[in-house]
């Protein structure tokens, strides 16, 4: 069997095709390197199969694969699904750390401790004001002043455990605008269901869907701040997506429900920063403080010997304190009996409010710091996850810079190869058997 | 490791935010001049400035009660030394009067001037101070001898103690009351005016000095009893201002900046921030495309 002798012709041909192809990918790694999300690309090269000589290729009449040139086999996206989880755990770590820092960073702000105007600066001023009036039981001005520092602890008490009762007001409104119908889940829930559809028919058709799949990871990396995500893979490139313990998209079916049942547990990220915010934290702070409230309340109500804090809670600590008038110093018939107020200032040493109140502002500034560390570390963690996925799926210019030259130099050799192949037609079919003509 | 465009732009702002927050720490530290300004810039140190301002606060109102006391103790003394320059006054009368040598006329006279001064101890331990009649006992406002009454003698107060609070558990009694001082005395004076009047040598020379005597003693124990009490809370207002000292230096300690490093690290911050941000603008620079034609 002889072999045709345009061979060569499509030998090149091929060639020049591979490389403009390959051409075309780094055209668009390049046009995408700041694009977010986006994978490089790569075409894959390889050898056309051979043309197979049954007998009669070589002299001794053995046969032969004869090497066709190249194709294109697959448009690579070079990506490791591995790091994609690192990126997601660490992405989530970050949201739930940074919801938590902000949150808690407004709260201590409104205890505004250490300083001369916070509650434990009052509450010294308001066992002051008493040991004032000790000191002058007659004086009608320090019993004013016993009822406006026992006014002004009562409303600091009241300011306090509202901004602490707004603080999971807004983190429970921030919640529900997350998850809400308008909300980032509901969002990603439609696009991922949309993008299902799309790889699947994609290949089905027997295509590459590369850049569709980019957009998919990058919602499900931006869906990651919000809790913890996990894919299952349900063939043919669609995927299940679980938010927490609740699926968001099942192949093409959104299964996000507005709002989340009572049972969702996002499992981390924001929305479990919030969920745990609204739950635990702040409540426990609530809780702490009408502690101090109500230690304040029952030491201060004993010692004077009847009501003189109305509530046991932050917020009704301050009601029906009694009228200045209506304040008495001490339980003798004298003007400058004094044994009520000696032993309400005494209070100061012996009451627990002050220790409480202490413990609790301990409390927050080392949660706020736990979560401020947390936030940084995770942070570095994060970025430390994206460095190792750009590693390996970023665009580097100079890598594809090169690249084009490669292709370029091969695309020049293929169609140089062609002109050779060209110039051994034109001697063949134009030059021989011309002889003496 | 291959380094891509996105990867190098997003270390250098991630150095820069790095940089710049601990630059916007360090001058806050420098500008507000404390260590602690929130509670999680140090927990712990956050709880003992808190408690050490309860400390301070606690220290300021005792001190407080000290001085009260200190100024109650000093008008009760002040009281005391006139009525014992009384009493020696109604003594040196009574040993004049009880001379043999001395004539009724003489007598009559004295009693007068004896009878101005019994007047006078009474409206000695009238006198108030700062609105209060120091002398009543806790009944401060009432006066403890009423003259115009018909018993002019009766102690109007009660016996109750006044007590001050000078620390934790330490209470001082800073009162004297009129009766205390005067019980004895005014019916001694009273039967010398009487002994003057009927001319009873006798007597004057006799139980009357005595009974003074033992007023004069009266007095002088009562002044003891304020010195003391006075030297007591002068002690503890000493100690509250050493402890306020030391209160002070510890918060210092606790939540002031040290200024001279705060300094330092912030003009460290501010060459690591100079150097993040030149070091960052060569590297964006440069790429294969600047030397391929």
Same mark, same amino acid.
């Given at each position: 069997?002889?072999?045709?002798?345009? !061979?060569? !012709?499509?030998?090149?041909?091929?060639?020049?095709?591979?490389?403009?192809?390959?051409?075309?990918?780094?055209?668009?790694n390049i046009a995408n390197a700041n694009t977010v999300g986006y994978t490089r690309?790569?075409?894959?090269?390889?050898?056309?199969?051979?043309?197979?000589?049954?007998?009669?290729?070589?002299?001794?009449?053995?046969?032969?694969?004869?090497?066709?040139?190249?194709?294109?086999?697959?448009?690579?996206?070079i990506r490791d699904?591995?790091l994609d989880?690192q990126v997601r755990a660490q992405n989530m770590a970050l949201g739930?750390a940074s919801?938590?820092a902000q949150?808690?960073?407004? *709260?201590?702000?409104?205890?505004?401790?250490?300083?001369?105007?916070?509650?434990?600066?009052?509450?010294?001023?308001?066992? #002051?004001?008493?040991?004032?009036?000790?000191?002058?039981?007659? =004086?009608?001005?320090?019993?004013?002043?016993?009822?406006?520092?026992?006014?002004?602890?009562?409303?600091?008490?009241?300011?306090?455990?509202?901004?602490?009762?707004?603080?999971?007001?807004?983190?429970?409104?921030?919640?529900?605008?997350?998850?809400?119908? @308008?909300?980032?889940?509901? %969002?990603?829930?439609?696009?991922?269901?949309?993008?299902?559809?799309?790889?699947?028919?994609?290949?089905?058709?027997?295509?590459?869907?590369?850049?569709?799949?980019d957009?998919?990871d990058q919602?499900?990396d931006d +869906?990651s701040q919000?809790?913890?995500?996990? *894919?299952?893979?349900?063939?043919?490139?669609?995927?299940?997506?679980?938010?927490?313990?609740?699926?968001?998209?099942?192949? %093409?079916?959104?299964?996000?429900?507005?709002?989340?049942?009572?049972?969702?547990?996002?499992?981390?990220?924001?929305?479990?920063?919030?969920?745990?915010? @609204?739950?635990?934290?702040?409540?426990?702070?609530?809780?702490?403080?009408?502690?101090?409230?109500?230690?304040?309340?029952?030491?201060?109500?004993?010692?004077?010997?009847?009501?003189?804090?109305?509530?046991?809670?932050?917020?009704?600590?301050?009601?029906?304190?009694?009228?200045?008038?209506?304040?008495?110093?001490?339980?003798?018939?004298?003007?400058?009996?004094?044994?009520?107020?000696?032993?309400?200032?005494? +209070?100061?040493?012996?009451?627990?409010?002050?220790?409480?109140?202490?413990?609790?502002?301990?409390?927050?500034? %080392?949660?706020?710091?736990?979560?401020v560390d947390a936030q940084s570390v995770a942070q570095a963690a994060y970025d430390g996850a994206e460095d190792r996925r750009q590693n390996v799926s970023g665009v580097s210019l100079d890598e594809e810079m090169a690249n084009l +030259?490669?292709?370029?130099?091969?695309?020049?050799?293929?169609?140089?190869?062609?002109? &050779?192949?060209?110039?051994?037609?034109?001697?063949?079919?134009?030059?021989?058997?011309?002889?003496?003509? | 490791m291959r380094i891509t465009a996105g990867m190098s732009q997003r270390h250098v702002l991630a150095d820069l935010r790095r940089v710049q927050e601990r630059l916007a720490d360090a001058q806050s530290?420098?500008? =507000?001049?404390?260590?602690?300004?929130?509670?999680?810039?140090?927990?712990?140190?956050?709880?003992?400035?808190?408690?050490?301002?309860?400390?301070?606060?606690?220290? &300021?109102?005792?001190?407080?009660?000290?001085?009260?006391?200190?100024?109650?103790?000093?008008?009760?003394?002040?009281?005391?030394? &006139?009525?014992?320059?009384? *009493?020696?006054?109604?003594?040196?009368?009574?040993?004049?009067?009880?001379?043999?040598?001395?004539?009724?006329?003489?007598?009559?006279?004295?009693?007068?001037?004896?009878?101005?001064?019994?007047?006078?101890?009474?409206?000695?331990?009238?006198?108030?101070?700062?609105?209060?009649?120091?002398?009543?006992?806790?009944?401060?406002?009432?006066?403890?001898?009423?003259? #115009?009454?018909?018993?002019?003698?009766?102690?109007?107060?009660?016996?109750?103690?006044?007590?001050?609070?000078?620390?934790?558990?330490?209470?001082?009694?800073?009162?004297?009351?009129?009766?205390?001082?005067?019980?004895?005395?005014?019916?001694?004076?009273?039967?010398? =005016?009487?002994?003057?009047? =009927?001319?009873?040598?006798?007597?004057?020379?006799?139980?009357?000095?005595?009974? !003074?005597?033992?007023? !004069?003693?009266?007095?002088?124990?009562?002044?003891?009893?304020?010195?003391?009490? @006075?030297?007591?809370?002068?002690?503890?207002?000493?100690?509250?201002?050493?402890?306020?000292?030391?209160?002070?230096?510890?918060?210092?300690?606790?939540?002031?900046?040290?200024?001279?490093?705060?300094?330092t690290d912030l003009s460290a911050q501010q060459n690591a921030l100079t150097a993040a941000l030149h070091g960052g603008s060569t590297l964006i620079q440069q790429s294969l495309m600047d030397f391929l034609?």
């Amino acid at each position: 069997m002889s072999i045709s002798s345009f !061979l060569g !012709l499509q030998t090149s041909l091929r060639g020049l095709q591979a490389q403009q192809q390959a051409l075309d990918v780094t055209t668009h790694n390049i046009a995408n390197a700041n694009t977010v999300g986006y994978t490089r690309q790569e075409a894959s090269l390889g050898a056309t199969n051979a043309l197979h000589v049954a007998a009669g290729a070589t002299t001794d009449g053995r046969g032969a694969f004869l090497g066709q040139g190249v194709d294109v086999t697959a448009y690579r996206r070079i990506r490791d699904s591995f790091l994609d989880l690192q990126v997601r755990a660490q992405n989530m770590a970050l949201g739930d750390a940074s919801t938590t820092a902000q949150a808690l960073d407004r *709260v201590q702000s409104a205890f505004g401790e250490p300083s001369d105007t916070g509650i434990n600066a009052l509450i010294g001023k308001f066992f #002051t004001a008493w040991s004032d009036l000790a000191n002058h039981p007659e =004086s009608d001005s320090s019993k004013q002043a016993v009822a406006s520092a026992a006014k002004t602890l009562g409303d600091a008490f009241a300011a306090l455990g509202a901004d602490l009762g707004s603080a999971a007001t807004d983190a429970q409104t921030q919640f529900t605008q997350l998850t809400g119908s @308008t909300g980032p889940v509901q %969002s990603a829930a439609s696009k991922l269901a949309q993008l299902n559809k799309a790889i699947d028919s994609a290949i089905d058709a027997n295509q590459s869907p590369n850049d569709l799949l980019d957009q998919r990871d990058q919602i499900l990396d931006d +869906l990651s701040q919000y809790g913890q995500v996990s *894919v299952s893979q349900l063939g043919n490139g669609r995927i299940q997506v679980m938010l927490g313990n609740q699926s968001v998209v099942n192949d %093409s079916t959104v299964d996000w429900t507005v709002p989340p049942p009572a049972t969702f547990a996002a499992g981390g990220g924001t929305l479990g920063a919030l969920q745990k915010l @609204t739950t635990t934290t702040l409540p426990g702070y609530q809780a702490a403080l009408d502690a101090v409230a109500k230690t304040l309340h029952d030491d201060v109500n004993a010692a004077y010997g009847s009501s003189f804090f109305g509530g046991t809670t932050a917020a009704t600590l301050g009601a029906g304190i009694p009228a200045a008038s209506s304040i008495v110093a001490g339980t003798g018939t004298g003007a400058a009996s004094n044994d009520i107020a000696t032993a309400v200032a005494a +209070l100061r040493n012996t009451s627990s409010a002050g220790s409480q109140y202490g413990a609790l502002v301990r409390q927050v500034g %080392s949660d706020t710091a736990n979560a401020v560390d947390a936030q940084s570390v995770a942070q570095a963690a994060y970025d430390g996850a994206e460095d190792r996925r750009q590693n390996v799926s970023g665009v580097s210019l100079d890598e594809e810079m090169a690249n084009l +030259l490669r292709f370029q130099r091969g695309y020049q050799a293929s169609a140089r190869a062609m002109s &050779s192949i060209d110039e051994m037609l034109d001697t063949l079919i134009n030059r021989a058997g011309r002889v003496g003509l | 490791m291959r380094i891509t465009a996105g990867m190098s732009q997003r270390h250098v702002l991630a150095d820069l935010r790095r940089v710049q927050e601990r630059l916007a720490d360090a001058q806050s530290r420098v500008s =507000s001049g404390k260590q602690i300004e929130k509670p999680s810039d140090d927990p712990l140190g956050a709880e003992r400035a808190v408690r050490l301002r309860s400390e301070l606060e606690t220290n &300021s109102a005792y001190s407080t009660a000290v001085d009260e006391s200190k100024s109650w103790l000093d008008a009760t003394d002040s009281a005391l030394s &006139s009525v014992n320059d009384i *009493v020696q006054r109604a003594r040196e009368l009574t040993v004049q009067a009880a001379n043999g040598a001395t004539t009724p006329t003489a007598r009559q006279s004295i009693k007068l001037e004896l009878d101005a001064l019994t007047d006078q101890l009474k409206t000695t331990l009238n006198s108030a101070y700062d609105g209060r009649y120091i002398f009543s006992g806790t009944k401060t406002d009432t006066p403890p001898y009423d003259l #115009t009454s018909a018993t002019p003698d009766a102690y109007q107060g009660d016996a109750n103690p006044v007590v001050r609070q000078i620390g934790p558990g330490v209470s001082v009694q800073v009162n004297v009351t009129g009766d205390d001082v005067l019980s004895g005395l005014l019916p001694t004076l009273r039967s010398i =005016s009487a002994h003057l009047a =009927s001319n009873d040598g006798a007597s004057l020379q006799t139980t009357d000095l005595q009974a !003074l005597d033992t007023g !004069l003693d009266t007095v002088a124990d009562a002044r003891s009893q304020v010195g003391a009490t @006075t030297n007591r809370v002068t002690a503890a207002g000493q100690r509250l201002d050493d402890m306020h000292d030391v209160t002070t230096a510890f918060l210092s300690d606790t939540e002031d900046a040290d200024l001279p490093q705060a300094l330092t690290d912030l003009s460290a911050q501010q060459n690591a921030l100079t150097a993040a941000l030149h070091g960052g603008s060569t590297l964006i620079q440069q790429s294969l495309m600047d030397f391929l034609r």
